[in-house]
């Protein structure tokens, strides 16, 4: 069984900036990537940002230079920075990581956190 677990969310003004983590725990031999998706009220979900066990990023147009994505792999954490808010920043954030659970990478799966929400004020 795997747990992902969302802090930092809240409510901040348009131009502020928030901090989400993301510690995952459980059954993990391997996790590779890591990211954030969000959804808000109204709309598909989207994948904001991700990261590779290798570093490597990705991030959606509407946040690129905005928000940087990191991880510690030995604390199993995943974090976004989140600088200039707007209010269409405001969504449910969940934490994702692909993660082997078995010493075979056809063990791996997705999962996901509950979700923390952000809301931006105008």
């Known amino acids: 069984q795997v747990q992902l677990v969302e802090s930092g969310g809240g409510l901040v003004q348009t131009g502020g900036s928030l901090t989400l983590s993301c510690a995952a725990s459980?059954?993990?031999?391997?996790?590779?990537?890591m990211g954030w998706y969000r959804q808000a009220p109204g709309k598909q979900r989207e994948l904001v940002a991700r990261i590779t066990a290798g570093g490597r990023t990705k991030y959606a147009a509407s946040v690129k230079d905005r928000f940087t994505i990191s991880r510690h792999n030995a604390n199993k954490v995943v974090q976004l920075l989140m600088n200039n808010l707007a209010p269409e920043d405001t969504a449910t954030y969940y934490c994702?990581?692909?993660?082997?659970?078995?010493?075979?990478?056809?063990?791996?799966?997705?999962?996901y956190g509950r979700g923390t929400q952000v809301t931006v004020s105008s």
């Open positions: 459980g059954t993990i031999i391997y996790l590779a990537d």
């Open positions: 994702y990581a692909e993660v082997d659970t078995e010493w075979s990478a056809s063990s791996r799966q997705d999962y």
